[in-house]
């Protein structure tokens, strides 16, 4: 019976660390596929056991800073029939342009620190995205139109 080739010679390693930031991306590089499991901890052992510097490795932020690749775009966001996340309209009307403060008050922080706006569907429909209908309002101001939680709202 012959014996596999070894794959994890301390040169390769050496050469795939220093071109990855994530034992992941050394498994990519020396096996050209995703691992998991008993693959990805072998390949930690080994580049433990060669000594081999891995302190700029970022662990589990090796996204930190990056933009996502399954980001939505504003024109993606803004569109009618769908309820989107609060976080992503904001960051979608932020990204438009339009000033992150109250359209009522004026008002953008509280007592020295940030205010977290909510954003108020001027014709209370929820699934209606559209930019013209989406307006940032204090929890104050929000609270007494007639489109917060279900007023003005039929229950069926």
């Not at 080994?46 to 589990?60: A, D, E, R, W």
């Not at 989406?134 to 929890?139: D, V």
Request: positive net charge.
């Amino acid at each position: 019976m012959q014996g596999r080739a070894f794959k994890y010679t301390k040169e390769r390693l050496e050469a795939a660390v220093s071109k990855t930031t994530s034992v992941q991306g050394v498994a990519r590089i020396i096996l050209g596929k995703q691992v998991s499991g008993n693959q990805h901890q072998h390949i930690k052992k080994m580049i433990q056991k060669y000594g081999i510097n891995h302190s700029h490795f970022l662990g589990y932020a090796h996204n930190k800073g990056m933009i996502s690749n399954q980001r939505k775009l504003p024109n993606q966001i803004f569109i009618v029939g769908q309820r989107q996340k609060s976080a992503q309209l904001r960051r979608a009307l932020l990204e438009s342009g339009i000033e992150y403060k109250c359209l009522i008050c004026g008002i953008d922080k509280w007592k020295d620190g940030k205010l977290n706006l909510e954003i108020d569907h001027i014709d209370g429909n929820s699934t209606n995205n559209k930019i013209e209908n989406l307006r940032f309002m204090c929890p104050n101001c929000h609270s007494q139109t007639h489109t917060f939680g279900f007023r003005g709202k039929i229950l069926k």
